[in-house]
């Protein structure tokens, strides 16, 4: 069933690939290193607060079922069960399940939260693309664009929806990086 879908993508990203060839390339602005953590920065303070909002939505939500689960389990090793008791392990399946639908909710509610930051304008790779001004010759045409901006809506509520510790791994890779090329230029490098 997923394979046909899976051809179905592969044949339209090739075929927006080939629409794509005639665009032309974007220029990325140019970053200092204080540059890319300031721009990424508000992405974790928004992660968080994502995170931190599902995460209150779901104990409203789903709290009071897994307190009475655990609670079932706790009761059961506390009554001396053994861990292979059926009951204890039945106990134990029924709030790992739980606990993974709690999980599976997860997920889509922080991407709806990151898509609707992204529709309202706070995205990741527009911050990195200098577009030209309306009418220049050297302005991207509208369908490029269109597919630039939902692209951008895409990925940035993607990254939203991961959380804030993606973001500043990235974050630190790019510091690493940037103290890296740093002491090699001052002939301090390790």
């Not at 992660?47 to 009071?64: H, K």
């Not at 010759?137 to 991961?162: E, N, R």
Request: charged share 20%; net charge positive; aromatic share 12%.
């Amino acid at each position: 069933m997923k394979k046909p879908f899976t051809w179905f993508a592969i044949v339209g990203l090739l075929a927006l690939g080939f629409i794509a060839t005639k665009w032309p390339a974007l220029q990325f602005s140019k970053l200092q290193a204080g540059d890319f953590a300031s721009r990424l920065g508000i992405l974790v303070v928004l992660a968080t607060l994502i995170e931190r909002t599902v995460e209150v939505f779901l104990t409203i939500w789903r709290s009071e079922e897994s307190y009475k689960r655990e609670a079932e389990v706790k009761r059961l090793i506390s009554a001396g069960v053994p861990s292979t008791d059926p009951a204890l392990v039945a106990a134990q399946n029924l709030l790992q399940e739980y606990k993974s639908q709690t999980l599976r909710c997860a997920l889509p509610l922080s991407f709806s939260f990151g898509f609707l930051m992204a529709c309202f304008g706070v995205r990741i790779l527009s911050q990195f693309v200098i577009l030209p001004a309306v009418g220049s010759p050297d302005m991207p045409a509208k369908c490029q664009l269109f597919w630039f901006h939902f692209s951008d809506i895409v990925f940035t509520a993607t990254m939203l929806a991961g959380g804030a510790d993606p973001i500043h791994k990235l974050m630190d890779v790019f510091r690493k990086f940037m103290e890296a090329s740093a002491a090699k230029a001052n002939g301090t490098a390790k």
